[in-house]
């Protein structure tokens, strides 16, 4: 038998219309709208619904109960006033953890195994019939794709919690920052189910504490360092 051809690459191809053309263009446009709209989930880590929820109130709350745990997982989502680089660095100052979050009575770094990763030990006074606790978290520091820093832990030991997993992460968001973050601790002790309903109250709090001890900090050095700069101006007239 004779060889077969492939007849179709002889075919003249089509020349694209006019209609083709404006169908390409809508086509890119909603890919490209697509694309942006993804990329403004991923950055600001929040959804429409929690946004419109953010803008009516200062704080985003979810609580999450889980199978098995006698705790929940509990997320809280907040603005903060500077970029996220800024607030991460301020935050990973542990030593001062004392002074600003509720029942932290000390805190302090024990192991640093690289630049980004570190160990932390804690010291926490604990409600009526616990006097305190210890524990020992690891905590790693990457920077994102979308421009995010993320502050992830573990425990590393305890002497009265089973696990306690977290992260936080700053985003930006408008100029500022927002903060994502999210705590689930799994006791070690017989007692635990007398403070479960009180485990959120608590998250919370301690996020205000942080969200007004980083605000009220930059806000502070801001103000020092354009003093000092109107100062130094001053003084070359």
Do not use: C
């Not at 979810?62 to 006698?70: A, N, P, Q, S």
């Not at 805190?107 to 195994?113: D, N, Q, R």
């Not at 790693?140 to 992460?169: C, E, F, H, P, Q």
């Not at 920052?177 to 998250?203: C, Q, W």
């Amino acid at each position: 038998m004779g060889k077969n051809f492939n007849f179709s690459k002889f075919i003249a191809p089509r020349v694209p219309t006019r209609y083709d053309l404006f169908m390409n263009i809508k086509i890119l446009s909603l890919l490209s709208l697509i694309s942006l709209s993804s990329l403004a989930y991923s950055m600001e880590g929040i959804t429409t619904a929690e946004e419109q929820e953010l803008t009516k109130s200062s704080m985003v709350r979810k609580v999450i109960w889980k199978d098995g745990y006698i705790w929940p997982e509990v997320r809280i989502i907040t603005v903060l006033d500077h970029l996220p680089q800024d607030n991460l660095n301020e935050f990973l100052n542990f030593e001062t953890h004392k002074t600003y979050i509720p029942d932290m009575l000390e805190s302090k770094v024990v192991k640093k195994m690289s630049a980004n990763e570190l160990q932390v030990y804690f010291e926490m006074e604990m409600p009526w019939p616990v006097k305190k606790t210890t524990h020992v978290t690891n905590n790693l520091i990457t920077k994102n794709t979308d421009g995010s820093y993320t502050l992830k832990w573990n425990l590393v030991k305890a002497d009265m919690l089973k696990a306690t997993d977290g992260y936080m992460r700053f985003y930006p968001y408008k100029g500022k920052t927002l903060l994502e973050y999210v705590s689930h601790i799994v006791p070690n002790s017989s007692l635990a189910g007398m403070f479960k309903n009180r485990v959120a109250d608590d998250v919370e709090k301690s996020v205000k504490k942080i969200v007004k001890h980083l605000n009220l900090t930059l806000n502070n050095r801001e103000t020092l360092s354009n003093l000092n700069n109107n100062q130094l101006k001053a003084k070359n007239l």
